[in-house]
């Protein structure tokens, strides 16, 4: 493939039909006023030729009545002169004499010469001085003696001038509309074909409800049309792929709710079973709170997909409520910082405080975890930070992923099913702030929330009092 | 529990057996005298006969009236304390239902422990201050020590909560209580309970009390901070 070839095919479709429309404008313009530009000049030519013609043979009857009476050359020529717009001269066998001294034997075409050497009536186009000439030439009754007449073709060639000028810029300005309309008649066939693209790409991001409009009946709105069948199809198969966790969540919990308190009532009496016994209570007891977690998990994230989250808003008060979370999580995490007073959905932050703290028992070791509040301008931050073994820098895009583990590899406690993190990040991305994390391997890894302060709830929310 | 102690009954009207009945064990295990019912009808007329100190009820019930009806119906001749249970994914506002009576809601599935914790709450007796006087804001006399408030005389009827609320905001007129604050000393919550609570019962409270309930001119809302019981007119 050449590699002008290639250069197109890379440019985008608006860009080639706008070239294709461009190129063939140009190439219609040039033809059409080259011929018309010719067309015109030998029409104007021939009309001189006539007139001149006609003009000439009146002339040359007088020349020869002239020439008949007298035989002083220089004053025939200058007689001739005045009859007609023209310059004169009279060659014969050694001299020559004309009405201009611009004019020189040179200026005579040799080929006319020739002609009007056979006793002829001729004429020739010529350029003299850099005019162009029409040059007509006659046998005079003196032997070998001759007249020449120069017709000054100077008005037809300004005329032409005007004429090329007029041409070029209708050339010009033919292109130019030809490109406008081109970019127009590329922008509405390609804007459907973006549009479906931009679609697509909504949709691959999980914006499912996303669909086109099928502006037209042509092959366009059958792409738009079909890509609606697949975005609808492909939203169908994830809802009720969601329908069915949410369910099966939902389904799951009546039992749960009888097996985590009938548990727990075993569990308040384990000091009364034998320790075989008092084992297999607290492994129940134990597996029933993970499987209730992963229930609430499903449950919270199936919510959030389905865009069924409704948020709260209230005054929240951070930092107690990083307290409250840590008090009632019965962990020895430090809470340090101001007492940052905003409105946000109280809820929601408990869960992503108690998220990240329990992360980083889990998975921090445990150790030095430090929970910061401090708001900075428009933004309030929470900072949960261990000083456990770190988090592989390969894993750190990975970790808000869902089922995400980094240490999948070792062998630890069951807990969460790493919803926890993502839980995380979803409930601050709803209230608009977002989640970031900073680690290295041997030195701990700080989480650090970021949520726009607020005086009052956002507009669009309901009022919550 | 001390030994010889009445103990305190509690109806549980639940329509899933195996969660009432595991939930039934939890609680008799922590001494209460558990009565179980299926439906609203059956738990009304336990309500009736048995006359029980505080009562849960499951918000969706089978049959013509769920948890918020039976609560309506009890709070006709009741000032029972009455706990609603809730899934969280029941399209009901379980607040607004509050509206209807009860004086807090837990989100199935709960633990155990929270469930006692938030009866014990409720069931909390309080010893009155050693205060006399009665308080005279309006026409409105609160008799904290003689648990009576009247309104131009006429003694206006305030659930076990209610009065709670309005005794934590006499006992602090002219202050500031915020909502935390309030859900600590009324319901034994600590930071991280429903606020939506305190809201509710302030309406529920000022309904009765005020004498234009959208104008109050007794318990005042200080705005983003919380409510504050004013004797200055």
């Known amino acids: 493939m050449s590699t002008p070839a290639r250069f197109v095919r890379r440019q985008s479709l608006r860009v080639r039909i706008t070239a294709a429309f461009g190129v063939t404008a140009v190439l219609l313009a040039a033809v059409l006023s080259t011929a018309t530009f010719f067309l015109v000049r030998s029409f104007l030519e021939n009309q001189r030729v006539q007139s001149a013609t006609d003009e000439t043979v009146v002339v040359l009857q007088i020349a020869r009545d002239f020439f008949a009476t007298s035989s002083e050359p220089d004053q025939i020529v200058a007689q001739l002169q005045l009859r ?35 006793e002829q009536l001729a004429y020739e186009f010529t350029t003299f001085e850099r005019e162009r000439q029409l040059v007509f030439g006659a046998p005079l009754p003196p032997p070998r003696t001759d007249l020449y007449l120069f017709y000054p073709l100077s008005d037809i060639d300004r005329t032409l001038s005007v004429v090329l000028r007029v041409l070029l810029a209708a050339a010009f300005a033919t292109v130019a509309i030809a490109v406008t309309v081109a970019q127009r008649v590329a922008r509405r066939v390609v804007r459907p074909v973006t549009e479906v693209s931009e679609a697509a790409r909504r949709v691959a991001e999980g914006l499912l409800e996303t669909r086109v409009a099928p502006a037209t009946r042509d092959e366009v709105g059958a792409l738009a049309a079909s890509f609606n069948e697949m975005a ?13 966790v949410a369910n099966v969540s939902h389904e799951l919990r009546t039992p749960i709710a ?27 007891v134990a597996d029933v709170a993970n499987l209730n977690r992963l229930v609430e998990e499903l449950m919270e994230v199936s919510e959030v997909d389905a865009g069924r989250a ?65 708001r900075a301008g428009d933004s309030c931050t929470i900072e949960v930070r261990d000083a456990g073994p770190g988090i592989r820098p390969q894993d750190v895009p990975l970790l808000f992923d869902r089922f995400y583990k980094a240490d999948d590899s070792r062998t630890r406690e069951r807990g969460g099913i790493g919803l926890g993190l993502a839980i995380a990040y979803e409930n601050v991305r709803l209230q608009g702030g977002e989640v970031t994390v900073s680690s290295a391997p041997g030195r701990g890894t700080t989480f650090l929330v970021r949520l726009p302060y607020r005086a009052e709830p956002p507009k669009d929310a309901e009022a919550t009092e | 529990m001390l030994i010889n102690a009445v103990p305190e009954k509690i109806l549980l009207v639940e329509d899933d057996r195996l969660v009432r009945r595991a939930t039934a064990l ?8 558990v009565l179980e019912a299926g439906d609203a009808d059956e738990g009304l007329r336990a309500m009736r ?42 399209t009901v506002d379980v607040v607004v239902g509050l509206e209807s009576g ?34 005279v804001v309006e026409d409105l006399e609160i008799d904290i020590a003689g648990g009576v408030v009247r309104k131009a005389g006429e003694p206006v009827g305030l659930t076990k909560t209610e009065f709670n609320l309005l005794r934590c905001l006499v006992e602090r007129a002219n202050q500031l209580l915020s909502r935390e604050m309030l859900l600590e000393l009324v319901w034994g919550y600590d930071y991280l309970g429903d606020s939506r609570l305190v809201d509710v019962h302030v ?6 009390i005020e004498s234009d309930p959208s104008e109050p001119k007794v318990v005042l809302t200080i705005r983003g901070l919380g409510y504050k019981f004013s004797t200055e007119p």
Request: charge should be negative; aromatic fraction near 6%; glycine fraction near 4%.
């Open chain 1, 84 to 118: 007609g717009d023209f310059e004169a001269m009279v060659t014969d066998a050694d001299d020559f004499f004309r009405s201009t001294l611009a004019l020189t034997p040179e200026a005579i075409p040799a080929e006319l010469r020739a002609v009007v050497a056979t």
């Open chain 1, 232 to 244: 609808q199809a492909l939203e169908e198969m994830i809802r009720r792929e969601r329908r069915f």
């Open chain 1, 258 to 284: 009888t097996l985590r308190t009938a548990s727990e009532l075993l569990d308040a009496h384990r000091d009364e079973f034998s320790p075989p016994r008092r084992e297999a209570v607290e492994l129940i």
């Open chain 1, 310 to 374: 409704i948020l709260r808003w209230e005054d929240v008060d951070l930092r107690a409520l990083a307290e409250a979370v840590v008090a009632k999580m019965h962990r020895d995490a430090q809470v340090r910082g101001d007492h940052v007073a905003t409105v946000a959905d109280k809820a929601r932050m408990e869960r992503v405080l108690a998220n990240l703290i329990d992360n980083a028992y889990e998975h921090g070791g445990g150790r030095d975890v430090v929970v910061t509040v401090d």
């Open chain 2, 26 to 33: 939890a609680l008799a295990d922590e001494g209460y005298d």
């Open chain 2, 49 to 90: 006969d048995r006359r029980p100190d505080l009562v849960i009820l499951d918000v969706m019930l089978p049959g013509e009236r769920d948890g918020f009806e039976a609560a309506r119906e009890i709070r006709r001749s009741s000032d029972v304390p009455i706990i609603f249970l809730t899934a969280k994914t029941d």
């Open chain 2, 102 to 135: 009860g004086d807090d809601y837990l989100t199935k599935p709960f633990a155990p422990r929270e469930l006692i914790a938030r009866i014990r709450a409720l069931l909390r007796r309080r010893r009155a201050e050693p205060r006399a006087e009665k308080t």
């Open chain 2, 203 to 208: 309406r529920r409270l000022r309904a009765k």
